[in-house]
């Protein structure tokens, strides 16, 4: 999915957010030829009834509000902050985002594609009634709603963005209907600070709502090692029709938010990952998401250009050059030097949770407490 005007999603030039983090994934899309691979599509932004299966509709009139120049800041909204101020044209935007979003989830559950892709998406912080975290709409969550809306019994979804994949829990705790499933760093260290691993739902819908809660400093091997340890064995017990993904860019090692240790490398494991999940669990009906990244030439471009190359069954080698020219491009549009490699060199490797858990471990103490939380309740072994 992809419409030039979703750059407009843009909080002013101080803001880390920069819309040129999009652009450049298209246009590194576009010289790897990804976009002869699959269809490129644009969609409406979503209408406000669209908007409503998620958010409250006095939020909606205030982002409205806020979209015009001279509004005054809408605080109990969460508009107007320093991580989410307020811009001319915010709520068409944002809508547009949604827009993009719903129509791949319909077009893949209607049977139209295999498969969809968003990397302008995955705005996962957003509340019913409050933006939060660069987040003004939930299009993940907006998204999963219109499928339950269609007819859809069981959604998943798996959050890997290095923060909590909060506003999406949020919209579904009651909702057995839909697993939320987010691996990010500890909410000690970043954040929005929730997503501890005793965060399981309500008792009438327990074990909806899974939380890989790593500590910083988390490398390739144990970020991959949690998400094997957790995920499969979650899907194949909650069996879901649809599986929807989110993908931020923001656990890389360059990020400037936060503070894993990831290459490239390991997030396009992660995505190969996701898409073998979806055609072992989900029937093949898999919406792959944007969300975070701050590194907007090193590394969101490549990461995301994976994420669709993956979904595109036609997936770029990590070893292959990047385009000379889409790097010229990148120097026209930012004056820095792109990087020359599709890999930073990880090589996609961890050890398997089945080779057993070591308590010395940080991240196996992370690994089990969530599974001791949250297995029981899907009738699994922690």
């Known amino acids: 999915m992809w419409d030039e005007a979703v750059t407009g999603y843009d909080f002013g ?31 409406p932004a979503a209408a406000e009834s669209t908007l409503r299966l998620v958010h409250h509709p006095d939020y909606i009139d205030a982002v409205r509000r806020s979209s015009v120049e001279s509004a005054p800041p809408e605080e109990p909204y969460g508009i107007g902050t320093t991580d989410t101020p307020a811009f001319p044209g915010m709520h068409e935007v944002s809508s547009l985002i949604v827009g993009q979003s719903v129509a791949a989830a319909e077009a893949v559950w209607r ?53 909590h994949g909060d506003g999406v829990q949020t919209a579904f705790w009651d909702d057995p209907r839909v697993l939320t499933i987010s691996v990010h760093e500890h909410p000690r260290a970043l954040f929005p600070g929730t997503g501890w691993p005793e965060e399981t739902g309500p008792p009438h819908a327990a074990g909806s709502a899974v939380n890989v809660a790593v500590p910083p400093g988390t490398s390739d091997a144990g970020w991959l090692r949690a998400i094997h340890a957790v995920v499969p064995e979650l899907l194949e017990a909650f069996r879901p029709q649809f599986l929807v993904t989110q ?104 050890r398997s949770w089945e080779g057993g858990y070591d308590p010395a471990d940080e991240v196996d103490r992370t690994i089990m407490a969530t599974r001791k939380a949250v297995f029981p309740t899907h009738g699994l072994l922690a």
Do not use: K
Request: with cysteine.
């Open 111 to 163: 049977g139209e594609a295999p498969h969809a892709v968003n990397f302008t998406g995955g705005l996962h912080h957003a509340m019913p009634g409050a933006a939060a975290g660069f987040c003004v709409y939930n299009d993940a969550a907006i998204a999963i709603a219109r499928l339950l809306e269609n007819g859809a019994e069981r959604v998943a979804y798996v959050d890997v963005d290095v923060h």
């Open 247 to 350: 993908h931020g860019a923001d656990t890389h090692v360059e990020d400037p938010l936060a503070h894993l240790t990831l290459s490239v490398d390991a997030q396009r494991a992660a995505m190969e990952a996701c898409h073998g999940w979806a055609h072992s669990y989900a029937d093949g009906r898999w919406l792959a998401l944007g969300g975070g990244g701050y590194a907007v030439v090193d590394v969101v471009p490549r990461s995301w250009a994976h994420l669709v190359a993956v979904a595109s069954h036609a997936p770029v080698d990590p070893r292959r050059a990047v385009p000379e020219e889409w790097r010229r491009t990148v120097h026209a549009l930012t004056r820095q030097d792109a990087p020359r490699s599709m890999s930073d060199g990880g090589t996609g490797e961890f």
């Open 13 to 43: 030039p101080s803001h880390p957010m920069d819309p040129i983090r999009l652009a450049l994934t298209m246009r590194l899309v576009e010289t790897l030829s990804l976009d002869r691979e699959s269809a490129v599509h644009a969609a």
